[in-house]
């Protein structure tokens, strides 16, 4: 059962998230419950990363979500504190034991290493560690 | 320009994959394109994070894609040697920065610990971090 290939998993951050949402509770559940505008600040060493990407295009933004707990292995839905607790791995919380988000966002636009866009829920200053493009082809169902 | 909460950014494997690609070559470029079987085997200090899963759930899963290279900032999209360079952010390459994958494949049987799946194009042995629920209101556009 032991994985060999697991060494050296420590991810790097490639930006980070300004954002309105400074503080638990300013933050929406889910980004698409928010036409808050935040922008993702590409740091220089990965500024050529973004080349590709253009105003209107919809990506995946990962983030790492420093502020979770990552001990978390049962929860419950958010709505109603009666909700029965359910395994981490079938809810969205933030809460897990790897604490990366993924959000769909449209980029309304691009300045320099800058993206602005639509839809994300991090809170301000949340280290950003890949953003990739959404395809119908193979992320929808 | 620097983030103060991007320490302890370290991954835990949660599980891994069992697939029948064991080489370069061996998998598909998404994992959209394959019928093969392959199985998450989760380990047993996380077993209760799948609870709420069901077959026939379509779930979002997030390996570590421990044989990218990392240090790839530009790179082509596959199929043509002479397409132009681009950000890896705008591509789905498996090298980027920080190598996690994101495939959306449907739960074909829950059995213990272990989901056998239809859709991964993971390699053999490949570290899962981590399973989100697929949802159509926050993950389709």
């Known amino acids: 059962m032991i994985n060999m ?9 490639v930006g980070y998230v300004s954002s309105p949402f400074k503080k638990r509770g300013d933050a929406p559940s889910q980004g698409v419950q928010t036409n808050e505008i ?7 060493e990965y ?3 973004i080349d590709g990407l253009s105003k209107g295009d919809y990506i995946f933004v990962l983030c790492w979500f420093d502020k979770s707990d990552r001990t978390v292995i049962k929860a419950r839905r958010r709505g109603n504190p009666e909700n029965p607790l359910q395994g981490v791995f079938s809810l969205r919380s933030p809460n897990r034991p790897n604490p990366i988000s993924l959000t769909l966002v449209e980029i309304l636009e691009i300045e320099d290493s800058v993206l602005k866009v639509k839809g994300l829920e991090a809170f301000d200053n949340t280290p950003v560690v890949d953003i990739k493009p959404y395809s119908k082809t193979v992320d929808e169902k």
């Open 47 to 49: 500024k050529d990363a």
């Open 38 to 44: 935040s922008t993702i600040n590409i740091y220089e």
């Open 5 to 13: 290939n697991s060494n050296d998993m420590t991810l790097k951050p």
